[in-house]
C-alpha cells in the first residue's frame, strides 16, 4: 500500500504540471446566486450555512442552531443573511474516516464546520465572502488516497486552503502538492501516529526516510522548505526533548536509561528524537532497543540499564508499560531510589492501554509500581469555553456525522486543534482582504499565520516562526489515594520551563482583608490603635500611617519618599503596599513569581509576607516584612545620623551579600535596585525589598512625571531604549550591577544620583547623556572614600556590562577593602545605638516642637471653624449645649444679579470673584464684634451678641460694619469684568435667636429663631446699594444718637404681613475702623483665609 501511495504521489505531481499549463475555466470567483444555479452538492460535500438541495434539511439545521447551547459556536446561520453579492470560495477538508482515531473525520469534522461557520460571520462577512467545506474522507492512515481526493479539490473544486490531512503518512504527499499548488494547509495533528507492525516493516524505504528524519532531529515535517505552505496546530515529537530535559534538568538527575519499542512506529520515533536530544544535552547513559511483539525478560533489560542510571525512559506500547513497571517493582525498584517516565500523548485506547488495571491479580501490585511513574502528556483544556465548545462538537458529530461519542470518551485536544486551525486561517484570511492582498496566495496566508499568538479554544496558542505550534505539556503522577493520574507539574511551551504545580497552587500566600489591621494614629513610627481593612473604600492614604523618616529633599531634587502603611497580619507588624492593578489573573508565570519571592530567605533580602488580591479593583496590597528605621535614602537624608565609614561599609556589605543571593536564587535578577528599595530594619541590617513579583506590582497605569524620569537614574545605559516603566525593563545581573555602582555614588556623597550633576542640569540631560554610552557617570566629592572603593565604583558602572563584574568578585572585593572596617559586626551595632543613643535627644527635643507647632495650627483651624469660646469647650472635652441668646442682631447681604453674572462668566471666574469679595468682607469684620456664621453662594450671614452677649452694642458693631462693607463694594472690581459694578442688598434685624453646634463630622454652629427668618427677609425685600432695618433694630440704634435713618414705609413681609421699614444711611461716628490689609500667611496666622491663593 504505501508503495502505491508512493506511485500515486508521483502521478499528480505529473498531473499537476500538465494542468498547470490550463488553468481552471472556473477559478474565476462564484456569487451565492451562481451557487445555486450552477453548483451540484454530493454525499461528499458540506455547505456552511445552507443547502439548495434540500430545505427540510436546512430547516433542521436552522432549529439545531436556535437551540444550541453555544449560540457563537453555531455552524448555521439564517437564511437571507447572505447577500446576493456574497462571493464563495472553497475550502477542502481531508481526514480519515471510521479509522476510529482521535483526529478522523468524524471526530474532528464537527470542529472543522464550527470554526468555519465562525470565521464567516467573524471575519468574512465584513468582506461579502463566505468559506464552503469540500469533504474528501480515505479509510486508512496512508498517502494511497489522500493525494488524489487533493487533486480532486483542487482541480475540481478550486479549494484555496486545506484543513487536513492529521495523520503523517497521508499529511505528507498533500502538503507537497499543496506547496506545490501555493496553498495553505492546516493540520491538527501532523506527527506519527501509532502504528501495526506490519504498516511499520512494509517497506525499507519509509523506515530509511523516517530514520534519517529523526536522527537529524529534525522531525517529519520540520523542515519546512520543504512543506512551505504547512502549519500544524498540536505539537511536534522533536520537541519532546525538550519537556524531558526540563524535568530531568528540575530534579537534577544526571544519568538517565532509555528503553525504545522499536516494533511500534509511535514509540519508536519518539524513542530516536529522544536519544538523540538526550545525548546532545549529555544527559543519555543507556539506550536499548526491544521488539515489543515477542515475549522478552523485562527485568533484563531493567538490570542493564540499573548498571547506568536510576532514571528510565520507557518509550513503549501501551500493554508493555505495565509489564515494565511490574518487572520494576519485583526487582524492588519502586522504592523511590528510581524513576521512570513514559509518554501518553492525551488517554485513549488508540495510543494504547498504558493503566495500572487490567483486573488481574497483579493490580495492587501494578498500582504500588506506578507510583514510581511520571507520565509526559498534552495539556489538556479544562475552561468553561471548551466545554461548551465540547458539547456542540458531540451534539453535531451526532447529527452531521451519525457518531456518537462513548462513555467517558473525551473531545481530545486534536479536535481543538482543527478549530483553532480554522480560526488562525479566518484570522490570516481577513488580514490579507484587509491589506488588499490577493485570497489565492498561499505563501503570503501561511506567513501570516506562522509567529503570532491569539487566544483559541485550547486555550493560549502560539505559533512559531516555522509553523508549529509551541505546545504546553502536563507531568502526571499516580495519586495513591484514588489510583489516578494527577497533573503535579506543567511545561510551557512558550517559556521552555517546567512548573511545579504542587508548589504553585500552594495558595497559603493569600490573604484575606479581615485578617490585615491597620495601625492608626502612632507617632514618628511607634504603634498606634488597630482598624481593620475597609473592603468597601480602600484607601491606605486616608489612615496616615508612615514609617521610615521623612525625607528633607524637595520634589524637584529627588522623588518623595513614598510612605509605607504598617499593618498587623496574624500579630505580626508588616508592610503595607499598594499597588494599582486593573486585573489579577493566577496566571502560572504569576503564580512562579510568588513563588520565587516565597522561597527567598537572606538574612539580608525583606520577607514577603503574602498580598491580598481580594479587594475592588484596582487595589493590590502586598504584605513584607517591616523594617523600623526606613531606607538607605532615609538614612542618606537625615542630617542627625551621623554616618562614619564603618556604618557605611557595613551597609554596602550587606547590599552585596543580599544581592549575591538573589543573583543565585530563582529569582535570577532584581531589576530595580535604587537606594529607596534598601531597607534597614531594628538592628540596623539593610534588607533588599522590592524584588521579583514582576506582573504583580506592574501598575496599570503610570504617569511620565518627575519621579518617574528620577527612577531612570538608577538604570543601566543599554535597559534604558528598553524602559516604558521604572522597573519593566528587562531585568538582568549586570544591569543591577550598574544600579548597585549608582547606590555606591549615593553613600559616598550622602545625596541622591547625580547629585553634582542635577544643580547643573535637567534629569532629561542626564539621562541623555547616560544614554549616549559616552562614559557620563556621577562625581565623587567625598575625599575620604576608600580608594579600592571608588575603583570597584567604577568596574560597577562600566559602558560596556561585560566589563562590570559579578556580585560574586565584588563580594569577594568588599571583603578584601572591609579590614580595616567593623572588624566585629557586634560591636559596630553596638556603637552604632550608642550615637542613636546620643542623637535621640534632640531628635525628640524636634519632634517636640513640631507637635507644639501642629497642635496651635490645629487650634487655629478649629477658631476659623467656631466661635473661639466654642472651640475651647469642645478641645477642653466639654459637651457644647444649645444656649438660647434674648438679644442680637443679624446681618444679611445677598449680590444683586448674581444669577445672570453666574451664566455670563466661567466657573472659575465665579470663585475667583467670590474669594475676592468674601476675603474684602472678612476683612472689614475683623474690626468688629460679630461673627460671621456662614457663606451659601452669594449669601453672606453675620451675627453680633453672642456666644458673648455684648449688650446692646450689637446692633451698632452690624450697622457700623454694613455702613463698611457698602462703602468697600462701591469701589469693587471684577478682575474678569472690570466694566461690571458689583451691588449688594443688606438686611438687619435685631431679637432672640437659638444658637448650638451642629454634627460631629464638620461640626457646624448654627442659629435658630424667628429673628433668622427676619433678617433674611429685611434683605431680600430691600434694595440694591442700601441697607434696610427693621424697627427692632432701629429702636436699638436710636440709643447712640450717631446714626442717620430715613423711614421706608410699610412693607409687606411674609409671615409678619405689613411692618414699619427704614434705611440706613450714615453714621455720624466717621470712618471707624477703617480695613487694612491681613497679611495671609504669617508664623502667628499659620492657616489662610479661604482660597487666599486665588484671592491674591
Known sequence: MHLLGISIHVFFLMFANCFSAHPNPRRNEITWDDLNKDISL???????????????????????????????????????????????????????????????????????????????????????????????????????????????????????????????????PVARLAAYWNKPIITGMGDQPPSSEGELTVTSGILGRIHKWKNENTGMFKDKSKYPTLTRMSYCQCRLILVFASVIRQFNWNHVALLVDRSELFSWTVGKNLEYGLRQEGLLSFVKELNGNEEEVYENYLKDASMYARVVILSVRGVLVRKFMLAAHSLGMTNGEWVFLDVEIFQSEYWGDKGWEMKDEHDAKARKAYEALLRVSLLQPTSPKFQDFADNVRENALYDYNYTFGEGEEVNFFIGAFYDGVYLLGMALNETLTEGGDIRDGVNITRRMWNRTFEGITGHVRIDDNGDRDADYSILDLDPINGKFSVVAH?????????????????????????????????????????????????????????????????????????????????????????????????????????????????????????????????????????????????????????????????????????????????????????CNCLIDGRFVLKISDFGLRTLTTPSDFVRDQNYYLKLLWIAPELLPLTTIPGCCPATQRGDVYSFGIILEEIVNRGGPYQEARQQMDVHTILHKVRQCNGFRPLIRERECPPDLLELMEKCWADNQEERPTFSTIRSNIRTIMKGFCENLMDDLLNRMEQYAN??????????????????????????????????????????????????????????????????????????????????????????????????????????????????????????????????????????????????????????????????????????????????????????????????????????????????????????????????????????????????????????????????
Open 42 to 172: 454530493d454525499s461528499t460535500t458540506s455547505l456552511v450555512g445552507f443547502n439548495a438541495s434540500d430545505a427540510g434539511l436546512e430547516q433542521r439545521m436552522y432549529e439545531r442552531s436556535r437551540e444550541s447551547k453555544s449560540p457563537q459556536l453555531s455552524r448555521y446561520t439564517e437564511v437571507g443573511e447572505m447577500s446576493s453579492t456574497m462571493r464563495v470560495y472553497n475550502v477542502g477538508v481531508l481526514m480519515a474516516s471510521h479509522l476510529d482515531s482521535p483526529f478522523d473525520l468524524e471526530r474532528c469534522g464537527p470542529a472543522v464546520d464550527l470554526a468555519l461557520d465562525e470565521i464567516n460571520k467573524v471575519f468574512l462577512k465584513p468582506h461579502n465572502i463566505t468559506l464552503l467545506k469540500k469533504k474528501g474522507s480515505y479509510p486508512s492512515c496512508s498517502g494511497a488516497r489522500a493525494p488524489g481526493l487533493a487533486a480532486d479539490m483542487y482541480f475540481q473544486d478550486d479549494v484555496i486552503a486545506f484543513i487536513g490531512p492529521a495523520c503523517a503518512f497521508a499529511l505528507e
Open 491 to 675: 511545561y510551557s511551551g512558550v517559556h521552555k520551563q517546567m512548573k511545579l504545580s504542587k508548589e504553585l497552587n500552594n495558595m497559603s500566600w493569600r490573604v484575606r482583608p479581615d485578617d490585615v489591621l491597620i495601625e492608626m494614629g502612632g507617632m514618628f513610627g511607634s504603634k498606634g490603635g488597630l482598624q481593620r481593612l475597609d473592603v468597601e473604600n480602600i484607601s491606605l492614604q486616608q489612615f496616615g500611617i508612615h514609617s521610615g523618616r521623612a525625607s528633607i529633599a524637595s520634589f524637584t531634587s529627588l522623588p518623595p519618599q513614598v510612605y509605607t502603611t504598617i499593618g498587623q497580619f496574624k500579630g505580626e507588624r508588616v508592610a503595607i503596599k499598594k499597588v494599582n492593578v486593573k486585573k489579577v489573573d493566577l496566571t502560572p508565570q504569576l503564580l512562579w513569581e510568588i513563588k520565587q519571592a516565597r522561597d527567598v530567605s537572606h538574612e539580608n533580602t525583606v520577607r514577603f509576607v503574602g498580598a491580598c488580591i481580594d479587594l475592588p479593583r484596582p487595589t493590590v496590597l502586598i504584605l513584607t516584612e517591616y523594617c523600623s528605621r526606613g531606607s538607605l535614602k532615609d538614612v542618606l537624608e537625615n542630617e542627625a545620623i551621623e554616618l562614619d565609614w564603618n556604618f557605611r561599609m557595613s551597609l554596602i556589605h550587606d547590599i552585596v551579600k543580599g544581592m549575591n543571593y538573589l543573583h543565585n536564587s530563582d529569582v535570577a535578577a532584581h531589576g530595580k535596585l535604587r537606594s
Open 839 to 1096: 542623637n535621640l535627644e534632640s531628635l525628640v527635643e524636634e519632634k517636640t516642637r513640631q507637635l507644639s507647632l501642629e497642635k496651635q495650627r490645629t487650634e487655629e483651624l478649629l477658631y476659623q471653624i467656631l466661635p473661639r469660646p466654642v472651640a475651647q469647650q469642645l478641645m477642653a472635652g466639654d459637651l457644647v449645649e444649645p444656649e438660647e441668646f434674648s438679644s442680637v442682631t443679624i446681618y444679611f447681604s445677598d449680590i444683586v444679579g448674581f444669577t445672570e453674572l453666574c451664566a455670563r462668566s466661567s466657573p472659575m471666574d465665579v470663585v475667583n470673584f467670590l474669594n475676592d469679595l468674601y476675603s474684602t468682607f472678612d476683612r472689614i469684620i475683623g474690626f468688629y464684634d460679630v461673627y460671621k456664621v456662614e457663606t451659601i453662594g452669594d449669601a453672606y450671614l453675620v451675627v453680633s451678641g453672642l456666644p458673648e452677649p455684648n449688650g446692646d452694642k450689637h446692633a451698632r458693631e452690624i450697622a457700623l460694619m454694613a455702613l463698611d462693607i457698602l462703602r468697600a463694594v462701591s469701589s469693587f472690581n471684577l478682575r474678569h469684568k472690570p466694566e461690571y459694578k458689583i451691588q449688594i442688598r443688606i438686611g438687619m434685624h435685631s431679637g432672640s435667636v437659638c444658637a448650638g453646634v451642629v454634627g460631629k463630622k464638620m461640626p457646624h454652629y448654627c442659629l435658630f429663631g424667628d429673628t433668622v427668618n427676619t433678617a433674611s427677609r429685611m434683605e431680600s425685600t430691600g434694595q440694591p446699594g442700601k441697607i434696610h432695618v427693621s424697627s427692632a433694630t432701629k429702636a436699638i440704634l436710636d440709643k447712640f444718637g450717631t446714626f442717620q435713618m430715613e423711614q421706608r414705609g410699610d412693607v409687606e413681609l411674609k409671615g409678619k404681613g405689613t411692618v414699619t421699614t427704614y434705611w440706613l444711611n450714615s453714621t455720624s461716628e466717621g470712618e471707624a475702623r477703617p480695613p487694612t490689609p491681613q497679611i495671609l500667611t504669617t508664623d502667628e496666622v499659620p492657616f489662610p483665609l479661604l482660597f487666599a491663593g486665588m484671592g491674591k
